[in-house]
């Protein structure tokens, strides 16, 4: 847990969550416009707990290549609410589910140039097994569930993805 001024404490998520009445801090998940630094969404996640041990990462960025084909550039939709609302699912369950302390989501949306970062899954635990169990499991529930849609920009055209890998 983190006061107004990013100090960590040793409050529990329960303890927080009964302080707030919300245990989902808005900054732990979003969905954004303009480009993120890693190293800052890392520290976040670290000042959330002084038990937290191992962290993992998942990290998807733009690629020139899909199928095949050349991309240029990627263009990221969302169904603005719902796309939150599954974030915040996907990071409460995985504090439910998996022995992680913290979890963050982050998914950009807009215009991607080729090289820039997309989505930021960072999970902190007291031991890396399980952080890395919470977000290999936090990118596939994502990919399944949240209503955020991605078109290529190609030689051909613009083609829009439907499968999630």
Same mark, same amino acid.
């Given at each position: 847990?983190?006061? &107004?001024?990013?100090?960590?404490?040793?409050?529990?998520?329960?303890?927080?969550?009964?302080?707030?009445?919300? +245990?989902?801090?808005?900054?732990? !998940?979003?969905?954004? %416009?303009? =480009?993120?630094?890693?190293?800052?969404?890392?520290?976040?996640?670290?000042?959330?707990? &002084?038990?937290?041990?191992?962290?993992? *990462?998942?990290?998807? *960025?733009?690629?020139?290549?899909? &199928?095949?084909?050349?991309?240029?550039?990627? *263009?990221?939709?969302?169904?603005?609410?719902?796309?939150?609302?599954?974030?915040?699912?996907? %990071?409460?369950?995985?504090?439910?589910?998996?022995?992680?302390?913290?979890?963050?989501?982050?998914?950009?949306?807009?215009?991607? +140039?080729?090289?820039? =970062?997309? !989505?930021?899954? !960072?999970?902190?635990?007291?031991?890396?097994?399980?952080?890395? %169990?919470?977000? &290999?499991?936090?990118?596939?529930?994502?990919?399944?569930? *949240?209503?955020?849609?991605?078109?290529?920009?190609? $030689?051909?055209?613009?083609?829009?993805?439907?499968?999630? $890998?």
């Amino acid at each position: 847990m983190t006061t &107004k001024t990013d100090q960590p404490t040793d409050r529990t998520k329960a303890e927080e969550a009964a302080r707030t009445g919300d +245990d989902v801090d808005h900054m732990l !998940v979003r969905i954004q %416009r303009e =480009n993120f630094s890693v190293d800052a969404e890392i520290e976040r996640v670290k000042r959330r707990s &002084k038990r937290i041990g191992g962290i993992a *990462t998942f990290l998807g *960025t733009a690629r020139d290549r899909s &199928k095949g084909r050349d991309v240029s550039s990627l *263009t990221f939709e969302h169904y603005e609410g719902m796309a939150q609302k599954k974030l915040r699912e996907i %990071r409460e369950r995985a504090l439910k589910d998996f022995d992680v302390l913290e979890v963050l989501v982050l998914h950009r949306y807009g215009d991607i +140039d080729i090289g820039e =970062n997309i !989505v930021l899954i !960072v999970v902190g635990a007291e031991h890396r097994a399980e952080a890395f %169990r919470a977000c &290999k499991w936090c990118i596939d529930e994502l990919k399944q569930i *949240t209503p955020i849609w991605k078109r290529e920009q190609t $030689p051909d055209g613009d083609v829009w993805v439907e499968e999630h $890998p």
